[in-house]
Nanobody
């Protein structure tokens, strides 16, 4: 399974970006999937997750600003990020194939990861 993220970039505070994650050989509709981020010196943290029936979960620090979605026909996962803040600056990763109990899980126990896409928010 290969995951490829895209859509990162540099934006000013208050701006928006839409991240995309394309999957090969895997159907997002059959399992849990999530978006994570990691900045230098910090642990990887869960941002948003979705289970196979479409239930979503968000980290408190992105609630109301970020939206996770998927397109089953295209095998794509998305993260719409609005009202971006400088503290959102990080490498963003998509993941799928959660190893534990099914659900919209924000802990990083996923089997498959993309290479990441950088998001930089300036003040």
């Amino acid at each position: 399974v290969q995951l490829v993220e895209s859509g990162g970039g540099s934006v000013q505070a208050g701006g928006s970006l839409r991240l995309s994650c394309a999957a090969s050989e895997y159907t997002f509709s059959s399992g849990s999937m999530g978006w994570f981020r990691q900045s230098p010196g910090n642990v990887r943290e869960g941002v948003a997750a979705m289970d196979y029936v479409g239930t979503t979960r968000y980290a408190d620090f992105v609630k109301g600003r970020f939206t996770i979605s998927r397109d089953n026909a295209k095998n794509m996962l998305y993260l719409q990020m609005n009202s971006l803040k400088p503290e959102d600056t990080a490498m963003y990763y998509c993941a799928t194939g959660f190893r534990g109990a099914p659900g919209a899980r924000l802990d990083p126990a996923y089997a498959y990861w993309g290479q990441g896409t950088q998001v930089t928010v300036s003040s």
